[in-house]
């Protein structure tokens, strides 16, 4: 079996899971002082917006990136901010028309209302064209370019002290040319600055040191309301189980917020745990692959299937295995909660439906290793 790594250990046969662990996003508060800065940033953010809408109907007309920056090029006049747009636009048709196949819906409309600037890292920009991080003594001077007369907009960037050294290397970096950093920056409470860095450089920053295991591999079932997991050796026996309870997220009218902090703290305290009992690999399975959504005819099962953020856990997950010093290894989650091999699991095994399903990634897992 073909396998693709990157680094920081994620394993995976389909190169397109990768994809969301080659970065680590640091977020920041921003700060504009000059009242005229500020309605420039707005009068930008809102127009950047405007063209992500403007890109996605030109998306469902068919036209091309060339043909849609043709198009835009007089709303926003810079071929960077209209670049990073279009993959915006192109990533949410993409949702809506999983959204479609998932639902059976014939057409969605999308309604954003939102707005925000987004800029794509370059190395050889420096780090990034638009949108640039100068290190201050406690700060960051944020400088961000206004298409329309060619000046720079000017604020400060406050991060959590511990992000500052990892973002002044970053910086360093940029100024050689050897990374770039996409950035974000959003308009929900208060302005915000997203910072995209290279998993390797957040790891090399924030990995703990681990010691070397027994081999043991953990498989994880994910669930709105619990994360289960299997431990098996390099033969494939099951060592121990254990679940992970966050019952409560799945109460009706529970904070959607506090809901994530706990399933988040679960599967945090999960690998704290699979750390403590020598397991060297973790095995996730691969949302890449999963175009539609399984609903049954329990309208309290379906809600906490469309409420449950599986991929937003899943990401996490993954970058949390890695800090503490983990392989992660994302395996096809085809037939790993309702197929003939995982009735068999269950009744040879001795197994709920739940447990079950984290055998069976573990067991995949087991596959990976050994064809590497």
């Not at 091309?64 to 835009?72: A, D, F, G, R």
């Not at 449950?308 to 503490?324: R, Y």
């Amino acid at each position: 079996m073909l396998s693709y790594q990157i680094a920081g250990k994620v394993i995976a046969d389909n190169p397109r899971a990768l994809e969301n662990f080659r970065f680590v996003t640091v977020n920041g508060k921003l700060v504009v002082d000059d009242p005229l800065d500020h309605m420039k940033l707005v009068r930008l953010a809102r127009t950047y917006a405007s063209v992500v809408r403007k890109s996605l109907n030109l998306i469902w007309g068919g036209r091309t990136h060339k043909e849609v920056t043709k198009l835009l090029y007089n709303i926003l006049p810079n071929y960077v901010y209209l670049e990073t747009a279009f993959k915006n636009a192109k990533a949410i048709a993409e949702n809506i028309r999983f959204y479609e196949e998932s639902f059976g819906k014939n057409k969605v409309l999308a309604d954003i209302r939102r707005f925000w600037i987004a800029s794509r890292g370059n190395k050889w920009d420096k780090g990034n064209r638009n949108i640039k991080l100068i290190p201050k003594d406690s700060y960051f001077e944020v400088l961000i370019k206004y298409p329309w007369d060619g000046s720079w907009i000017k604020a400060k960037a406050f991060f959590g002290e511990e992000y500052i050294p990892l973002l002044k290397e970053l910086r360093e970096l940029a100024n050689e040319r050897k990374e770039g950093y996409g950035t974000v920056i959003s308009f929900r409470e208060y302005p915000r600055v997203h910072v995209q860095v290279p998993l390797r450089i957040y790891l090399k920053h924030f990995s703990t040191s681990k010691q070397e295991g027994y081999g043991l591999i953990a498989g994880l079932d994910i669930n709105s309301d619990r994360l289960n997991i299997v431990i098996i050796d390099s033969d494939g026996n099951i060592t121990t189980m254990k679940t992970f309870w966050c019952g409560e997220t799945v109460s009706h009218g529970f904070p959607k917020e506090k809901a994530k902090w706990l399933r988040l703290n679960a599967l945090s305290n999960a690998l704290e745990w699979c750390k403590g009992i020598g397991v060297d690999y973790v095995v996730f399975e691969d949302l890449a692959r999963i175009r539609h959504r399984k609903f049954t005819s329990n309208p309290y099962a379906n809600r906490k299937i469309t409420k449950f953020p599986k991929k937003q856990i899943l990401i996490h997950g993954v970058i949390k295995a890695l800090k503490l010093g983990f392989v992660a290894i994302l395996v096809n989650p085809r037939g790993t909660s309702n197929s003939v091999t995982h009735k068999q699991v269950m009744k040879r095994k001795g197994l709920d439906k739940h447990m079950a399903s984290a055998y069976i990634v573990a067991h995949r897992g087991l596959e990976v290793i050994k064809s590497n």
